[in-house]
């Protein structure tokens, strides 16, 4: 949502993301078009909501202009976006037209997006779909099966997905991703410290979370992923945010 909101609206020439609303359910895109055309909310409730998401549709503006830049730079052959969630990239960037796109994401998920971007044209070389559940699915497997080719190099995204998981779950990923990345390979992680008490208010306010990660919650153990993921070595790793 946060993406559709600034889509054409943000003075920020470097970001757009014309796929952001086809990817939405009709009820966010009709919420995204109130915030969109404005004014602000009155009552408490909506005004939260509203200042909520145009927050964090500023946060977004930036993190995505500063990821599709690291994307440009490492013109990788193979593109694998971990937990793609509603992630445009692949219909949006023609930077990536050399590039074999894997989206791996929960099955739940990747359901919702299967269905959503028939409306798009692709500009990615071509997209795999890979469902896997990071909490026990075998990922290894799933992308061999999905044709990834460990001896080419591979851009890896994780962009906010990381806080809803554990440390092992973190762990056993990024030996994975260490294991399939020739050199050459890049890995990028965007990630945030859950903001527990506003995830709460959150929670109370509206009854949920995110609505498109209806299956996982931020996770109190994964509020260090720095931490785990210098404790692994930098060896094909490199931070953002
Ligand atoms: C906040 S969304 C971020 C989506 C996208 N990367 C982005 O930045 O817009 C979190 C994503 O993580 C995925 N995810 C969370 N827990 C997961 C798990 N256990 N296994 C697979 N995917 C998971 C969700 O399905 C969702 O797509």
């Given at each position: 949502m946060a993406?559709?909101?600034?889509h054409?609206?943000?003075?920020?020439?470097?970001?757009?993301?014309?796929?952001?609303?086809?990817l939405?359910?009709?009820?966010?895109r009709?919420e995204?078009?109130q915030?969109?055309?404005?004014?602000?909310?009155?009552?408490?409730?909506a005004?939260?909501?509203y200042?909520h998401?145009?927050r964090?549709?500023?946060?977004?503006?930036a993190?995505?202009?500063?990821?599709?830049?690291?994307?440009?730079?490492?013109?990788?052959?193979q593109?694998?976006?971990?937990?793609?969630?509603?992630?445009?990239?692949?219909?949006?960037?023609?930077e990536?037209?050399?590039?074999?796109?894997?989206?791996?994401?929960?099955?739940?998920?990747?359901?919702?997006?299967?269905?959503r971007?028939?409306?798009?044209?692709?500009?990615?070389r071509?997209?795999?779909f890979?469902p896997?559940d990071?909490?026990?699915?075998?990922l290894?497997?799933?992308?061999?099966a999905a044709g990834?080719?460990?001896?080419?190099?591979?851009?890896?995204?994780?962009?906010?997905?990381?806080?809803y998981?554990?440390?092992d779950?973190?762990?056993?990923?990024?030996?994975?991703?260490?294991?399939?990345?020739?050199?050459?390979?890049?890995l990028?992680?965007a990630y945030?410290?859950?903001?527990?008490?506003?995830?709460?208010?959150?929670?109370?306010?509206?009854?949920?979370?995110d609505?498109h990660?209806?299956?996982?919650a931020?996770?109190?153990?994964?509020?260090?992923p720095?931490?785990?993921?210098?404790?692994?070595?930098?060896?094909?790793?490199?931070h953002?945010?």
């Open positions: 993406r559709a909101i600034a054409g609206r943000t003075p920020v020439a470097a970001f757009s993301d014309p796929t952001a609303m086809a939405l359910s009709a009820e966010q009709a995204v078009e915030i969109r055309q404005g004014p602000r909310p009155k009552g408490w409730r005004r939260f909501r200042e998401l145009t964090e549709s500023q946060m977004m503006v993190r995505t202009v500063a990821i599709d830049a690291d994307l440009r730079n490492a013109a990788a052959p593109v694998v976006i971990l937990g793609a969630g509603l992630d445009g990239r692949a219909w949006r960037m023609r990536l037209a050399t590039s074999l796109v894997f989206e791996v994401d929960h099955p739940d998920t990747q359901r919702q997006k299967l269905q971007v028939a409306s798009l044209t692709r500009e990615a071509d997209v795999r890979v896997v990071f909490r026990g699915g075998d290894a497997h799933a992308l061999e990834h080719d460990p001896h080419l190099p591979t851009a890896w995204l994780w962009e906010g997905v990381v806080m998981l554990d440390r779950q973190i762990e056993t990923t990024l030996r994975i991703v260490e294991d399939r990345s020739a050199p050459g390979s890049r990028i992680v945030h410290q859950p903001a527990l008490m506003l995830l709460l208010l959150a929670v109370i306010v509206f009854g949920r979370a609505s990660c209806a299956h996982a931020p996770d109190a153990e994964a509020a260090s720095l931490r785990v993921l210098y404790a692994l070595g930098p060896r094909s790793s490199r953002r945010m």
